[in-house]
């Protein structure tokens, strides 16, 4: 169901009476407009009649409407191209932060990288220390095993030496006793 009104207004001296269901205000502010321009058009111009002044007027409404048109295409292009900075300066900012964080990981990796290396190195002398260590309980394992054989040898010829001096005191004794029997 159309809401249309009619509206009065005035241009160029003449009355008009439109038809239609936009704002009575929003009209008679067209029509204000309209009737602005056409009186500056005679103004600049005395010597036009009415038509010449209102084809004058109509090419100049469209002028303005085509440069309108043409500003309204650069306001579009500089809002793309706006829109385009706006995400050009999210990709540097989040590769910013990425490059941030990164510095952080690697000084972090660097710093347990110093750390393990240093470790390594520590492990590395304790190892040095403890295959020294055990050469030289193996040698001197080796130097007591030869020490062990040695007494051991000892010992038998000791024992030997005792057992062939027992037999010896036997057979003195014997002799002794054979002596003092007869």
Request: with cysteine; charged share 45%.
């Amino acid at each position: 169901m159309s809401t249309d009104k009619k509206v009065k207004v005035q241009i160029n001296d003449m009355n008009f009476y439109v038809v239609g269901d936009d704002n009575d205000d929003y009209i008679k502010g067209l029509a204000k407009s309209l009737d602005e321009k056409i009186k500056k058009v005679q103004n600049s111009n005395y010597k036009l009649n009415q038509v010449q002044c209102l084809v004058l007027t109509a090419l100049n409404i469209l002028d303005e409407k085509e440069k309108f048109k043409k500003e309204e295409e650069k306001v579009k292009e500089f809002s793309k191209n706006n829109e385009l900075y706006r995400k050009s300066i999210k990709k540097i900012e989040d590769y910013e932060k990425l490059e941030k964080t990164y510095k952080e990981e690697k000084e972090k990796n660097d710093s347990l990288i110093l750390r393990y290396r240093n470790s390594i190195k520590d492990l590395e002398t304790d190892n040095r220390e403890l295959r020294m260590d055990k050469v030289n309980k193996n040698k001197e394992f080796e130097d007591l095993k030869t020490e062990v054989e040695s007494l051991k040898k000892e010992k038998q010829n000791l024992e030997k030496q005792i057992y062939e001096s027992q037999k010896k005191v036997i057979d003195l004794s014997r002799e002794i006793e054979s002596i003092n029997e007869e």
